[in-house]
């Protein structure tokens, strides 16, 4: 029996390396946003004795499946072309298979009478052109805007920068290392602004409708508009699966990988976790 192994949306045996790579895995890394889905389906599936997951940011299970040190990375982003290109120059094809859906929420404290935000709003906070709440189109609000993101291993804020259009922001935003940080300042700070997947949600809080532009009407968070990719910060949550012939065949991730693509087994975990099915 192969025991040890952590999962971070990657599966594979502690026990057990690529054979282009010697060193043996001790730990899993993967996104923080799909953290409560990976860690159910795992105890659901009776495997939490060989399994743990330890989350850490999407970009944390990319290096590692790259570098051999993951078989199955959950990231809430694509693979970036560079880590496909240099997997597949160790022979190692990335398969991507898609859990569920999500949106980036916008959240702010629920004392924001705010209508929405667009998405050139949301730039403009984010790289610090706007400041002030009574800058906002359609603001009611005066004070300083205290804007908090996640931290740069997020592939929630690859994505945020990737559908906003922020290259760099800006040095007035304050990192939070995990969603619970986004959730609980925004539901206790009322010149608060974060971005965070839809797990954010909690008493005090509530997450904006947002438009692509300020023509445009705002759209809400919500399954209809996340499914339809009408709400304009919907994504995709994914495990990439590494396969190949220098790929091992550990039995525990076989397994594991077979609960979490079937999905009458991870269809209720998803929801549970309010994220949303693929259909």
Same mark, same amino acid.
């Given at each position: 029996?192969?025991? $040890? /192994?952590?999962?971070?949306?990657?599966?594979?045996? =502690?026990?057990?390396?690529?054979?282009?790579?010697?060193?043996?895995?001790?730990?899993?890394?993967?996104?923080?946003?799909?953290?409560?889905?990976?860690?159910?389906?795992?105890?659901?599936?009776?495997?939490?004795?060989?399994?743990?997951?330890?989350?850490?940011?999407?970009? /944390?299970?990319?290096?590692?499946?790259?570098?051999?040190?993951?078989?199955?990375?959950?990231?809430?982003?694509?693979?970036?072309?560079? +880590?496909?290109?240099?997997?597949?120059?160790?022979? !190692?094809?990335? @398969?991507?298979?898609?859990?569920?859906?999500?949106?980036?929420?916008?959240? !702010?404290?629920?004392? $924001?009478?705010?209508?929405?935000?667009?998405? +050139?709003? &949301?730039?403009?906070?984010?790289?610090?052109?706007?400041?002030?709440?009574?800058?906002?189109?359609? =603001?009611?609000?005066?004070?300083?805007?205290?804007?908090?993101?996640? $931290?740069?291993?997020?592939?929630?804020?690859?994505?945020?920068?990737?559908?906003?259009? !922020?290259?760099?922001?800006? +040095?007035?935003? *304050?990192?939070? *290392?995990?969603?619970?940080?986004?959730?609980?300042?925004?539901?206790?700070?009322?010149? *608060?602004?974060?971005?965070?997947?839809?797990?954010?949600?909690?008493?005090?809080?509530?997450?904006?409708?947002?438009?692509?532009?300020?023509?445009?009407?705002? @759209?809400?968070?919500?399954?209809?508009?996340?499914?339809?990719?009408?709400?304009?910060?919907?994504?995709?949550?994914?495990?990439?699966?590494?396969?190949?012939?220098? @790929?091992?065949?550990?039995?525990?991730?076989? &397994?594991?990988?077979?609960?979490? &693509?079937?999905?009458?087994? &991870?269809?209720?975990?998803?929801?549970?976790?309010?994220?949303?099915?693929?259909?």
């Amino acid at each position: 029996m192969i025991k $040890n /192994l952590l999962i971070s949306g990657v599966i594979l045996s =502690s026990a057990v390396t690529f054979s282009a790579f010697a060193e043996t895995i001790t730990h899993f890394k993967g996104s923080d946003t799909m953290a409560g889905i990976l860690t159910d389906a795992i105890i659901a599936s009776g495997l939490n004795t060989e399994i743990t997951y330890e989350g850490g940011g999407s970009g /944390l299970a990319e290096t590692a499946i790259v570098n051999g040190e993951q078989g199955i990375a959950p990231m809430s982003r694509a693979l970036k072309p560079e +880590a496909i290109a240099a997997l597949k120059a160790k022979g !190692v094809t990335p @398969v991507a298979h898609v859990l569920a859906l999500d949106g980036i929420g916008i959240f !702010v404290h629920e004392s $924001n009478t705010i209508a929405g935000i667009d998405l +050139a709003t &949301l730039k403009a906070i984010y790289t610090c052109k706007m400041t002030k709440w009574e800058q906002l189109p359609g =603001s009611t609000k005066s004070g300083p805007i205290v804007a908090v993101r996640r $931290n740069d291993a997020s592939g929630t804020t690859d994505t945020f920068k990737n559908l906003v259009g !922020v290259k760099e922001f800006g +040095a007035c935003i *304050a990192v939070m *290392a995990e969603t619970t940080d986004i959730s609980t300042k925004t539901a206790t700070d009322e010149n *608060a602004i974060g971005y965070s997947g839809a797990t954010a949600k909690k008493d005090g809080n509530i997450a904006l409708s947002v438009s692509v532009d300020v023509n445009s009407k705002y @759209v809400p968070l919500n399954v209809n508009t996340v499914r339809s990719f009408e709400y304009p910060l919907a994504r995709k949550l994914f495990i990439f699966e590494a396969t190949g012939s220098k @790929v091992p065949n550990a039995s525990e991730a076989k &397994l594991l990988n077979s609960y979490l &693509l079937d999905r009458s087994f &991870l269809d209720p975990i998803v929801q549970d976790h309010e994220f949303y099915t693929i259909d």
